[in-house]
Nanobody, 121 residues
Framework: QVQLVESGGGLVQAGGSLRLSCTAS????????MGWYRQAPGKQRELVAV???????NYADSVKGRFTISRDNAKNTVDLQMNSLKPEDTAVYYC???????????????WGQGTQVTVSS
């Protein structure tokens, strides 16, 4: 199986920065897309940024120019550098990976446990 562990959330003032990290571990054969989603209270989970297996990155319009996703395939990690944070960025941030374990022919979607990001005004 594959496990995802996030770190780096916390409380920051508007305009500040945070860096989230996610590490995939377990019996990993390969990982396709790896990225970050977020869910604010009362709202649906939404894409923040994703790094595809081809190294391209896609961002939500609301974070373009402020957030940067980076991935280290050798270490099975994905980071999210968040700058110029706004109160509306407050949410639980989840790491997601589309991965195949060594015991499967198929790719499955795995989620981390989530890390809270709170931006105060």
């Amino acid at each position: 199986q594959v496990q995802l562990v996030e770190s780096g959330g916390g409380l920051v003032q508007a305009g500040g920065s945070l860096r989230l990290s996610c590490t995939a571990s377990g019996s990993i054969s390969s990982i396709n897309a790896m990225g970050w989603y977020r869910q604010a209270p009362g709202k649906q989970r939404e894409l923040v940024a994703v790094s595809t297996s081809g190294r391209s990155a896609n961002y939500a319009d609301s974070v373009k120019g402020r957030f940067t996703i980076s991935r280290d395939n050798a270490k099975n990690t994905v980071d999210l550098q968040m700058n110029s944070l706004k109160p509306e960025d407050t949410a639980v941030y989840y790491c997601r990976a589309d991965a195949r374990s060594t015991s499967s022919w198929y790719f499955f979607t795995y989620w981390g446990q989530g890390t809270q990001v709170t931006v105060s005004s």
